[in-house]
């Protein structure tokens, strides 16, 4: 059996419509998925504010100024080893500073 050019592009124009609503339906699908998840989390649909400007750095109160030279130790306040060793790697990375060269005296969560 011997089809037509006019017959073969109808097939393949077929195939293409029903790939491309496919995949339409795949993202309807997974847009609702990602609502809902989002709504069970508790997150809905509040975005975090676009930061217009770096807050000012707090002043530091007299308590917590080192009342000693600094000894060469890191401080680790209100973080674990793990993730103060994630932001050190960070921040060398993005400084191309190798990390033997940097001197971390304290690494505080805010």
Known sequence: MNIGVGEALLISL???VTVFLL???LIVVIKIISTV??????????????????????PVKEEEKPSKPWDG?????DVDEETAACIM?????????????LQFRRIQAL
């Open 14 to 16: 077929c195939g293409f």
């Open 37 to 58: 998840v989002m709504a069970i989390e508790g997150k809905g649909k509040t975005a975090p504010a676009p930061a217009a400007e770096a807050p000012a750095p707090a």
């Open 23 to 25: 995949l339409l339906f």
């Open 89 to 101: 790697a960070i921040i060398s990375d993005e400084t191309d500073i190798p990390l033997d060269e």
């Open 73 to 77: 130790k890191l401080q680790l306040i």
